[in-house]
């Protein structure tokens, strides 16, 4: 399998994954009042950003070479 395919196929199961954590913890969170429960809820939030990010830097390294970029964009 491409690599390439590969991380995205991760990066695509990392969102999904983080956002369903994001709304249950969130959810427990307020019901419970727990501030921890929360925090921890927030934190699923970033990572959602962080995978978000792989799933772009991805796309964009996967780029085909151009006339700027002799070698591609694998180093992106």
Known sequence: MDRYKTTKIAGIFGIIGNV?????????????????????????????????????????ASKPEDEDHNFGHRKI
């Open 20 to 60: 369903f954590l994001l709304v249950i913890k969130g959810f427990v969170g307020f019901i419970s009042n727990s501030q921890a429960m929360i925090a921890d809820s927030v934190n699923s939030a970033s990572d959602i950003f962080a995978s978000l990010m792989t799933f772009i830097g991805n796309k964009i």
